[in-house]
């Protein structure tokens, strides 16, 4: 009874805690429910808006192109929405399962609570099928949305280029009246709106240009800093290499033109953010500045490559006379094409005839036409004896091809293909050639060894470490950043030439950075990218942070090298997990999700990655135990030699005969390993002598000491000794053991030891024997072909001399010697 008493209470207080989180769970979760309901309803209320708009906006790309940019918005709103619900509902389906199934009949009844509280959790999830069924719905009716918009762009786009026009009234002499009249009014706004603005704005005009003017002039200035050798070549330089020819043509094109074309820009918005743009000034300003950028890049560009006056510098091999002529003809094949696009927009803003349009777009795309023939019919290379030749037969009649296909479009009418067709030429042309240019040069650099002897490389030498094989691999880094570059750069651009918009770019790059759910893991490419960057940019840090750590901080306590290879290798390692972690965390990877791969991951270090987990565990061992470091002199084995490396698998020992042996680590673990300096490098050196026998022993003894003591580089303490060994078969043993500071230098002292000994002996009259044996020979055992005995009875006895010297291959000598028979 007293035992229910106490368990009363506790009873009364869990069934209170049930009742009161259960209530403020469902009014969480109701508040929850009711916002993301308004949230898309709003969403569908906006994507109503957006179908109607798109039946006022169907005949303009760019009213299309911004109400597709807001659905691809809308759409990722509705996909976070339903992502948002899946863990509320992952948290309902494990409440259930611990609730378990409601009671059968027959069974006893469950308590009150539990059934409210299953009842509350089932009614909560059909709320969240509801929901997420509409936003399923929601998310199909945006994408139908988007391909309605899609195939309106598209009919929209097909028609602009297959409509025809009637040239007839293009070609009458009432145009170019027409033409002078809409210059003057050109000029009368454009002159009016300049008095004005220099009258009553000249501080606001003044100052826009001045920014604009410090922005360029300190990308110009600075550019040309950085690439002063590329900018501007070395006229003097006879044979420049290929890397450095395109570099040239690269950076010469980028660096004026990318400044060039900042001061435009930024004068055009400057003059914007001062209110000094009037509505009918703004568009024709940027027209122009547009068609001066263009042209301004395309001199750049066939200038850098054809360079008329620097031929040693040319990229394309044509003659120099050629090279002018083709400079000429393209940049007037750019200021028609310019030209057009200008006075396409002087006759939107000004409300022209359609008769001025399609008049200056015939002249303009057939004049275009003409110029790209000319350029076919120019003979710019040279034959083996040194005449002018014309370009390779397939790409003459590319271009002529192309030339009468712009310029029989324009006649027949088709004014939107021809003008198409013509910009592209130009524009597209221009930057499929830079782009070209772009590959050719990132190919040049990851060539093996092309990178270690450019100008960036000399420079990197001078303030960095890094040796030929790191210069190298940077190289490969470095053309595979420039290929990624022009892509990133390169292929934008070119969509916006084939009719594509800013906003459509943006779209996709929504997309692309939108996440991709595959099962339960949910991840996306700018995030992978992201983390990849985080990573690289870890590595590197991790791998400064080493050389600081190893240069400024250990160096200056004169700690052992061992010690700092360790330390440094472990920071390292360290340092490499942690950018992975980040890395893996900032592309948006849950690691809780990566259990399987784990778990398969486990399985196969089971089964076949034993040896590499063995190892890098014994790595781990061997940097932190440190039974040998880096210098250290060990035997392992039949492996002798100097430490080099302790890396996370293997272990590299340079051998004596200046062979490098990777040794596993897990064999240095589990195997015996001798190790000469381990903790100093002071060792004892033994040298073995023998001499003859009937030597004065005492003597020699006094003669081994001496020598022993009197060489500089033995220890006197522990001071020399001298064992006499024992009695061999052909001499009296003795040993001289000595101890040294530094073991490694054994070999020299035992040639100086050796030699003294040597000298000694010689003077003293000791002979150092050899072995030897005696073997007698009885004449009935003589072989038929040995020579006959001597007439006085003697036998000829064969004596077997056997000389071995120390660390010496063994000698054998035979030589016949009379003996008398005892007989």
């Keep these: 009874m007293l035992l229910k008493l106490r368990t009363l209470p506790a009873f009364l207080c869990l069934v209170f805690l049930l009742a009161f989180g259960s209530l403020a769970a469902a009014q969480d979760t109701e508040s929850f429910l009711e916002g993301q309901r308004e949230m898309l309803s709003g969403i569908e209320n906006s994507v109503a808006g957006l179908e109607t708009e798109i039946g006022h906006q169907s005949t303009d790309d760019a009213e299309l192109v911004d109400i597709r940019v807001e659905l691809e918005r809308l759409g990722r709103e509705v996909f976070d929405a339903s992502l948002a619900f899946r863990p509320r509902l992952s948290e309902i389906n494990t409440r259930l399962e611990q609730l378990g199934e409601p009671r059968k009949e027959g069974e006893p009844p469950e308590p009150e609570e539990v059934t409210r509280e299953r009842t509350r959790l089932l009614d909560e999830k059909a709320s969240f099928n509801v929901l997420i069924g509409d936003a399923e719905r929601l998310s199909v009716r945006i994408k139908t949305v988007i391909e309605e918009i899609a195939e309106l762009r598209r009919d929209l786009f097909t028609r602009t280029l297959s409509r025809r026009y009637d040239i007839s009234a293009a070609v009458s002499t009432d145009v170019l009246g027409e033409f002078t009249q809409e210059l003057g009014r050109v000029y009368t706004r454009v002159s009016a709106w300049l008095s004005f603005t220099v ?92 068609v001066i950028i263009l042209v301004y890049f395309v001199y750049r560009l066939a200038r850098a490559i054809l360079a008329p006056r620097r031929p040693n510098w040319r990229l394309l091999p044509v003659r120099s006379q ?74 003459r009649y590319l271009l002529f091809f192309i030339g009468a296909a712009i310029i029989i479009a324009a006649l027949l009418g088709y004014i939107g293909f021809a003008r198409f067709l013509s910009q592209q030429v130009v524009v597209t042309g221009a930057i499929i050639a830079t782009m070209y ?107 400064w942070f080493q050389g600081w750590l190893d240069g400024k901080v250990m160096a200056r306590s004169r700690m ?42 486990s399985l196969g270090i089971g089964f076949g990655l034993q040896n590499i987990v063995s190892n890098f565990v014994s790595g781990l061992i061997l940097l932190a135990e440190r039974p040998f470091k880096a210098g250290d002199w060990i035997v392992a084995g039949a492996v002798s030699g100097t430490v080099k490396k302790i890396s996370v698998r293997a272990t590299e020992i340079e051998t ?111 002979e150092i024997p050899f072995p030897q044996r005696d073997i007698h020979v009885r004449s009935g055992f003589l072989k038929p072909e040995e020579p006959e005995l001597p007439e006085d009875g003697e036998t000829d006895d064969l004596e077997e001399e056997t000389s071995a010297e120390p660390g010496a291959e063994k000698v054998v000598r035979r030589r016949r010697r009379r003996k008398t028979d005892p007989e």
């Design 560 to 601: 052992d090298s061992g010690v700092r290879n360790s330390i440094r290798t472990g920071v390292g390692y360290v340092g490499l997990v942690i950018a992975g972690l980040i890395g893996v965390s900032a592309a948006g990877i849950n690691l809780s999700n990566l259990a399987l791969v784990a778990g398969a991951l």
């Design 199 to 290: 009258k009553y704005r000249l501080k606001p005009l003044l100052l826009a240009t001045a920014l604009a003017s410090i922005a360029a002039l300190a990308l110009l200035f600075g550019g040309r800093r950085l690439f002063d050798d590329f900018v501007e070549p070395d006229r003097s330089e006879q044979n420049p290499t290929y890397l450095s020819r395109l570099a040239t043509a690269l950076f010469s094109t980028l660096i004026p033109s990318v400044s060039y074309g900042t001061f435009l820009v930024l004068s055009y918005l400057f003059l914007d953010y001062f209110n000094l743009l009037r509505s009918d000034i703004a568009p024709l300003l940027w027209s122009l500045f547009s």
């Design 322 to 395: 050629a090279a002018q002529w083709l400079l000429v003809l393209a940049v007037v094949t750019a200021v028609a094409t310019g030209f057009d696009h200008f006075m396409d927009q002087v006759y939107s803003v000004l409300s022209s005839q359609l008769s001025l349009t399609v008049a200056t777009s015939l002249v303009a795309t057939v004049v275009v036409g003409l110029l790209i023939m000319a350029i076919g019919a120019v003979r710019p290379l040279e034959d083996e004896e040194g005449k002018p030749r014309q370009w390779p037969l397939k790409f």
């Design 656 to 766: 004596f005969q200046r062979q490098s042996v990777i040794l596993p680590n897990s064999e240095l673990i589990n195997a015996a390993v001798g190790n000469w300096t381990h903790r100093n490098k002071l060792g004892r050196m033994e040298i073995a002598v023998g001499v003859a026998y009937g030597s004065d022993v005492r003597r020699v003894h006094e003669i081994l000491l001496e020598i022993a003591k009197s060489h500089p580089m033995v220890l006197k303490n522990p001071e020399p000794f001298v064992l006499f060994a024992g009695f061999g078969d052909s001499s009296l043993d003795f040993e001289i053991r000595v101890y040294l500071s530094d073991i490694l230098t054994q070999l020299e002292v035992q040639n100086g030891i050796r030699f003294a000994i040597v000298d000694a002996f010689e003077a003293e009259g000791i």
């Design 437 to 543: 240019i772009g590959f050719l040069t990132a190919g040049a650099i990851t060539s093996e060894g092309a990178f270690a002897h450019s100008w960036f490389a000399r420079r990197l030498e001078r303030h960095t470490a890094f040796d030929e094989t790191a210069l190298d691999q940077l190289g490969l880094i470095s053309g595979m950043i420039i290929n990624v570059i022009v892509v990133l750069i390169g292929v934008p651009l070119i969509l916006l030439q084939w009719g594509f918009r800013l906003a459509d770019l943006t779209a996709w790059s929504y997309r692309i950075a939108g996440n991709i759910q595959i099962g339960s893991l949910s991840f996306s490419i700018m995030g992978i990218v992201t983390g990849i960057v985080v990573f690289v940019v870890g590595y590197f840090v991790t791998r």
